[in-house]
């Protein structure tokens, strides 16, 4: 079993940018002809000139359809004062299994006050919460930093959280986050592909080595990536620096599992 932990898909063929084609049966073809078979469907509680908004209702609704292959995560905006509601009315509707947030594009530090309910909500339910942490323009770098994730493990030890990109820039702070706290794992969608063939490919690799397999999950970011050149890009690359079969199982599916409620695995 193959799994993707970080994939897009938009109702319009440029949701995730033009040159990207973000559909779903464009996605569901692409599984069809290569080796992953289930994908985590991130929707996006915000709207900026490169990424489009993604509603939980239409990515719960693709995971009703295929809930053999996908696994739905939801996502809300903390700003927004309804939130905590939203989110507990998209979960109890739809067989959505993690939360999505995103600082970078939502402008909202994962340490704020406002997402402590979400969070809260989250634990509660026993469900996961992915974090962007990429680093990349144009929100302040400041809200985006991965040593702010510590901040949420703290204040919710118990909660389990996905260090979406590792920390990008940032990789060494996102394995001191894995060490400071037992709940947290490395997704290393776009970070790894970016660092390959350049003097921090080995550093990046020293950071997956460290957190150890079982702390690690394997991602795309499809479309923006391609989903079947991305997995077998990133499996040789692992392989070349000695990473085990059995670590591979882990992190192309079994971290995800393992972090995953009941209903979702
Ligand atoms: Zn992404």
Redesign the pocket.
């Given at each position: 079993m193959i799994i993707d932990a970080?994939v897009?898909v938009h109702p319009d063929r440029d949701g995730m940018g033009s040159g990207h084609d973000a559909r779903v049966d464009s996605l569901l073809r692409e599984m069809d002809a290569g080796p992953v078979d289930r994908v985590v469907l991130?929707a996006e509680a915000f709207d900026v000139p490169y990424v489009k908004a993604v509603s939980n209702a239409f990515v719960g609704r693709r995971c009703l359809e295929h809930p053999d292959r996908f696994i739905g995560f939801a996502s809300v905006h903390p700003a927004d004062p309804g939130a905590a509601d939203a989110l507990r009315e998209a979960l109890d509707v739809y067989p959505l299994h993690g939360l999505k947030l995103h600082p970078r594009f939502q402008g909202v530090a994962i340490d704020d006050p406002r997402v402590e309910p979400l969070a809260a909500l989250a634990a509660e339910r026993g469900l996961p919460i992915a974090v962007?942490a990429l680093l990349w323009k144009p929100t302040p770098l400041a809200l985006q930093m991965p040593l702010r994730i510590d901040g949420l493990c703290k204040r919710f030890p118990e909660a389990r959280v996905i260090v979406?990109h590792a920390g990008g820039f940032r990789f060494l702070d996102a394995l001191a986050l894995v060490v400071a706290n037992e709940h947290v794992y490395l997704e290393i969608?776009?970070v790894l592909r970016y660092f390959l063939g350049t003097p921090f490919e080995d550093q990046f690799m020293f950071v997956l080595k460290k957190a150890g397999a079982r702390r690690v999950i394997y991602g795309s970011?499809h479309p923006?990536q391609p989903l079947n050149a991305c997995y077998a890009e990133t499996r040789e690359a692992l392989e070349r620096h000695g990473f085990t079969d059995e670590e591979l199982r882990w992190i192309f599916g079994r971290t995800l599992l393992s972090v995953l409620p009941e209903a979702a695995r």
């Open positions: 970080h897009h991130l962007d979406s969608s776009t970011d923006q």
